[in-house]
């Protein structure tokens, strides 16, 4: 207990320096309460239990956390743990202190059912639950999950006194939650060395391995070291600039990484040591930049600046990759103090404590409003497996970082396609996305982006999202609203539906409730208003049957209409011949209006060209597998088909054809183009009921400025060799 006394009176040196009288005071009662809550408990260590409190109370002082999170991890334990009930914590302590070991009571509680429960429910669902509740707890106050960060890494630094099994399913925790998070949240230093003891139960063989090697290497890099750092030092002495120039050592688990995704030996990672280079101000990390690239020559592409654009967590410095002595690649490190210590504490360092008072600033209010936007889209998330995989999106992401073409930027994860950028521009522009611009080229919305791209959007009023947009988008944002929107049209497709069997349905038993009558009878199945009850029919959820029988209190038998799914080749007809297979060929798009004519083809019913299709030439000779068709107008449905336009390339060309387009209310499939010594070729994909029709859309776009051709792809000027004879008989 002794030892216990004398690291609290060092906990109590960390803090006078910037705690007043009152804090002081706050945290020697704390002390006093845990030790007595917890008096005779022992750690399987052999400890007493409030080494625990107070070790996780110190890494908080080293977080320069304010006297409420400091009494509050001296307390963490005590309601979980102990007789202590939390109305005594509230009644000496006060409602904050009290609401800070309640969030963390809550999740220790939710660990332990979690631990208990793991073979029992889903690993993906126990996992999304856990995490939603993690959430929740970091949403009332950030500062529950410092004092949960302090209290694992305290719990890992011991973990050797557990059982093995249970050594190594703390393990995984921590890699599959508290690393993620503290990446997210900017604590790489309490990341590492998480990740250091974890690789130390998971993989005792390997940590062990390459700690031999580390330490073999040791001089050598130390050697390497100091004739990079000495004439570094000097050089900037003779610029005049202020600069604390440091060896940084990669840790362990970094190293594990590398060797086993990238498939590298021990001998051939290099980037086992680095230099940080601490200066006073901004402007002063680009001016060692510049003298670094003079001393050193530098790597292409390793130049990355993260103080103009900051990494989502707040992280901020210059990173540039130099070649030294003996052809060796070191990278380079610049920053000030404040940004060291962002970077070491993350979101801890945006908690200011000064003379009694607590702060916050616009950092943490950012990761506040991310923890706010990713329960949101939870709720949008169709499964446990989606929310999972949206949070991992969030929580694993490497970064790019592309501009729109004001200069604004945009962080991304590594893969983000052009539609993830205009969902992160704002969410309209997303749902009507079309086609992108990237570096001035015309792109489909799927086309992965790299950093430094600028992306302009091209959005259409008539462009709806569909459900292949959610195969090759990954941000959590863009999947969430795509979501929502198909959830949204799903609904309004069911309550249209819904509405139309009801009414049916009444007319035919001449029923005429009133709106008074349909709400209750909405309420009555839980519904929460009318287009609820009709969503409820539509979707099949509710049975039509069922809701009559509720509204008239006697059994009626439903007369079902037939639902008829249309067929592949709806509006085409075999001359004379009903209940044939028939479909409209891709290669050639016929539409009503167009010559057509059939061929039968093998297990696949009858394939329709246009005459004059490129694929006539190589079904010519099969002449008995001709037939005559007909088309059979359906006002309602649409046809795909293709057009070239040919264009001077200028700025707005594509703004002003899909004017056209939308003038007309047609709806675009897709966009693909290219530009070629100041000639643009774009290939629209547009939804038209007719041939007639699409006539109209092209002689419109012919009269747009520049536009120098349009023709309807797979048409003629395509070479026909032979038009083949139709007849009657076939």
């Avoid at 020697?28 to 007595?36: G, I």
């Avoid at 743990?81 to 509680?109: K, N």
């Avoid at 011991?158 to 099994?165: G, S």
Wanted: overall charge positive; charged content about 30%.
């Amino acid at each position: 207990m002794e030892r216990v006394k004398q690291r609290f009176a060092k906990l109590l040196e960390i803090l006078r320096p910037y705690y007043s009288p009152e804090g002081m005071d706050l945290v020697k009662q704390a002390f006093a309460f845990s030790q007595e809550a917890h008096r005779g408990q022992m750690r399987m260590s052999g400890e007493p239990f409030v080494s625990h409190c107070v070790e996780v109370a110190y890494v908080l002082a080293e977080f320069q956390m304010d006297p409420d999170t400091v009494a509050a991890g001296l307390l963490h334990d005590v309601v979980e743990d102990t007789e202590m009930e939390l109305r005594q914590v509230r009644e000496t302590f006060g409602e904050r202190v009290a609401g800070l070991v309640d969030g963390v009571t809550r999740i220790g509680r939710m660990e332990r059912r979690r631990e208990e429960r793991a073979a029992g429910k889903h690993p993906e669902a126990r996992q999304a639950d856990y995490f939603r509740k993690f959430l929740l707890s970091m949403a009332k106050d950030l500062r529950v999950v410092l004092i949960k960060f302090a209290d694992r890494l305290h719990n890992m630094r011991t973990i050797w006194a557990l059982l093995e099994e249970t050594q190594r399913y703390k393990a995984r925790e921590t890699l599959e939650v508290y690393v993620p998070l503290a990446h997210r949240f900017g604590m790489y230093r309490l990341k590492n060395e998480l990740e250091d003891i974890s690789l130390k139960v998971l993989d005792p063989q390997a940590y062990r391995e390459i700690e031999r090697k580390v330490a073999m290497k040791r001089s050598e890099r130390e050697r390497r070291l100091e004739e990079v750092k000495a004439p570094l030092q000097e050089a900037l002495e003779r610029e005049g600039i202020r600069a604390e120039v440091t060896g940084r050592a990669k840790h362990f688990y970094s190293i594990y990484q590398k060797i086993r995704e990238q498939g590298r030996n021990f001998e051939e990672i290099y980037d086992l040591m680095g230099i940080r280079v601490i200066v006073p101000t901004v402007g002063d990390c680009y001016s060692a930049l510049g003298v670094v690239h003079k001393l050193f020559p530098h790597v292409d592409g390793r130049i990355k600046d993260y103080i103009s654009h900051p990494k989502p967590n707040g992280y901020q410095s210059l990173h540039t990759t130099v070649i030294v002595p003996e052809g060796q690649m070191l990278e380079v490190q610049i920053r000030t103090p404040e940004m060291h210590r962002v970077a070491e504490l993350g979101i801890a360092a945006h908690w200011k404590y000064k003379e009694g008072r607590v702060e916050g600033d616009e950092q943490l209010d950012r990761h506040l409003n991310w923890i706010r936007e990713l329960l949101e889209r939870q709720r949008d998330a169709g499964s446990p497996r989606e929310f999972m995989e949206d949070l991992k999106i969030e929580l694993y992401q490497n970064e790019i970082f592309v501009f729109t073409p004001k200069g604004e930027i945009k962080a991304l994860p590594k893969g983000a396609t052009a539609l993830d950028f205009a969902f992160s521009v704002h969410t309209d522009i997303g749902l009507h996305c079309y086609a992108a611009k990237v570096n001035g080229r015309l792109v489909p919305i799927s086309t992965p982006l790299q950093s430094g791209d600028i992306v302009e959007i091209l959005t259409s009023p008539n462009q709806k999202p569909n459900r292949d947009w959610l195969r090759f988008v990954i941000t959590s944002k863009a999947r969430s609203r795509i979501r929502r929107w198909l959830k949204a049209e799903a609904f309004e497709d069911s309550v249209r539906l819904g509405e139309e069997l009801l009414a049916r349905e009444l007319k035919r038993l001449r029923l005429h409730p009133d709106g008074g009558e349909l709400e209750a009878l909405a309420r009555s199945f839980n519904r929460k208003d009318v287009e609820g009850l009709y969503a409820g029919i539509g979707n099949g959820e509710l049975s039509l049957q069922q809701v009559l029988h509720r509204l008239t209190g006697v059994e009626s038998r439903v007369q079902r209409p037939k639902v008829r799914m249309p067929p592949q080749g709806a509006g085409l007809r075999l001359k004379g011949i009903d209940n044939v297979m028939i479909r409209a060929a891709a290669c050639c798009c016929p539409l009503p209006g167009d010559e057509v004519f059939g061929f039968v083809t093998r297990g696949r019913g009858i394939s329709v060209h246009r005459v004059g299709c490129p694929n006539v030439s190589r079904l010519i000779n099969d002449k008995g597998r001709w037939f005559p068709i007909e088309w059979e107008r359906v006002p309602e449905r649409t046809y795909l088909a293709r057009i070239l336009v040919r264009a001077d390339d200028r700025k707005h060309l594509l703004e002003d054809i899909v004017q056209q387009i939308s003038i007309m209310e047609i709806n675009i499939q897709g966009v693909t183009g290219r530009t070629s010594l100041g000639l643009a070729e774009n290939i629209f994909e547009v939804d038209v009921h007719d041939r007639e029709e699409l006539e109209g859309l092209m002689a419109r776009i012919r009269r747009i400025l520049g536009v120098r051709d349009v023709q309807r792809l797979n048409a003629p000027p395509y070479p026909v060799h032979r038009r083949p004879k139709l007849s009657p008989e076939g």
